[in-house]
């Protein structure tokens, strides 16, 4: 009983937090081409597993490392705010070498900072059984793979949809810095904390955004 109550957590936990890194590698992959859509979305996936594993590996070494969450957490607002304004270059300007590498990289370093939280919640969850890690680490490849094509197509027909993709990321963000153990404040502030730190991140990229289209424009005139 406790086995199959284990296993329905962990796969909860991966459908949720792996959407995470789907949302991610689908919005760096998709400007680019049809042809290199495929491979950003193998190499990104095959990334976030290999990060994974290796967090797996040293996770009681991530845990002891003092603000490491919060670190990883501003990595993810940085992330959010170049999704949501790297669609105004123009396309014909970008070489699709460097477009490839670009989304990669941005891809790698989303799953890196999510790796942590994906692998603490399904760590715990397997209690401490290897197999049952294991498990959910190889549960997490085709819901990165599958999902991450499901939002570059939802993308290709909704592209205003990059903002729930961001502000997706923005919560996962408030939720990391509000559960970061060195800093230990989501037991002395009020429930509505997330949902307020959430709005203010959202507000700062959109004030960032506006600020940079301002001076292109400006530029240009």
Known sequence: METAQALLAIILIDLALS???????GMAA???????????IIFGGAG??????????????????PYLQLGAALVLLVIAYRLVHSGESDA?????????????????AADAAMSLENILGVGAAA???????AFGLALSIPIV??????????????????????????????????DEPAISIRSVIPWSA????????LGLIV??????QARRAAAVH
Do not use: C
């Open 19 to 25: 959407g995470d890194n789907a949302l991610v590698i």
């Open 145 to 178: 793979l599958f999902g991450s094509s499901v939002v570059v197509r939802l993308l290709d027909r909704y592209p205003r949809a990059i903002w729930l993709g961001a502000l997706a990321l923005i919560w996962t963000a408030a939720e990391m810095i509000l």
């Open 92 to 108: 014909k300007h970008v070489k699709p070498a460097a477009g490839l590498r670009a989304a990669i990289l941005t891809i790698l």
């Open 194 to 201: 997330e949902l307020v730190l959430t709005a203010v991140f």
């Open 127 to 133: 209690h401490g059984s290897l197999a049952l890690l």
């Open 48 to 65: 976030a597993v290999i990060l994974r594993i290796i967090a797996a590996a040293v996770v009681t070494l991530l845990l002891a490392i």
């Open 30 to 40: 998709r400007d680019l081409p049809e042809a290199q859509r495929r491979r950003a």
């Open 207 to 212: 004030a960032a955004r506006g600020a940079l």
